[in-house]
Structures are given as C-alpha cells and as structure tokens.
C-alpha cells in the first residue's frame, strides 16, 4: 500500500493560482496510476485529473482543462497539481489517490487516498 500527503492549499483570489503537491510514501510508487479528485460541500467528489503511471498519459476533467496541469516526480515520489485562473467554482478540498487500474475517472477504481488540502477561491 502507499501513504498520501496533501499540501498547497490555501486562500487565493479569482485569477490567481496555486500549485498543490501529493507527497507519496510505501511500495513501488512509479506503478501506480494517479488522480486528483475535489469535494466542495453538500457535494459529491469529482474527477479533476489523472495521470498514467509514467506520466506519459492524463486526462482532464471539461472543468479544468486548460487550466490545471497534473505531473508527476517518480523520482521524488511526489504528485504535482499546478492551478491557474481560478475562480470561486473551484473552492472545494483537494484529494489525491492511487489506483492500480489505468487512470480512470471514476472515484471507485482509486485504492489509496490522502487526507486532503483545502482550497478557497475568493471573488
């Protein structure tokens, strides 16, 4: 199994950005297929990004596209969410997970999961 550490979060203006890190601890970390997911209050969580396990493939959500880049360090262990042009849509707590499927959308096909790191988007 893998431990996961959110961080980046924090208070930030519409427009701005923020760029979140996943840091990633146990077996065999480059195996895994990655995934950012977000969960704003009295809502279900969502698809935001995800990442093959080399990092050679993602996937976006329609939401962010355009906006949001995932990446990853296999040699850091580390899963990266840089955010730019955001705005108060995108307030919600971020999480990021692990799944031995190919990256896929669904929250049911992740394994291993972070806390979570909040981000509020201001007017």
């Known amino acids: 199994q893998v431990q996961l550490v959110e961080s980046g979060g924090g208070l930030v203006q519409a427009g701005g950005s923020l760029r979140l890190s996943c840091a990633a601890s146990?077996?065999?970390?480059?195996?895994?297929?990655m995934g950012w997911f977000r969960q704003a209050p009295g809502k279900e969580r969502e698809f935001v990004a995800a990442i093959s396990w080399g990092g050679g493939r993602t996937s976006y959500a329609d939401s962010v596209k355009g906006r949001f880049t995932i990446s990853r360090d296999n040699a850091k262990n580390t899963l990266y969410l840089p955010m730019n042009s955001l705005t108060p849509e995108d307030t919600a707590v971020y999480y990021c997970?692990?799944?031995?499927?190919?990256?896929?959308?669904?929250?049911?096909?992740?394994?291993?999961w972070g806390q979570g790191t909040q981000v509020t988007v201001s007017s």
């Open positions: 146990g077996r065999s970390f480059s195996t895994y297929a």
């Open positions: 997970a692990t799944t031995t499927s190919s990256w896929p959308r669904a929250p049911d096909e992740y394994d291993y």
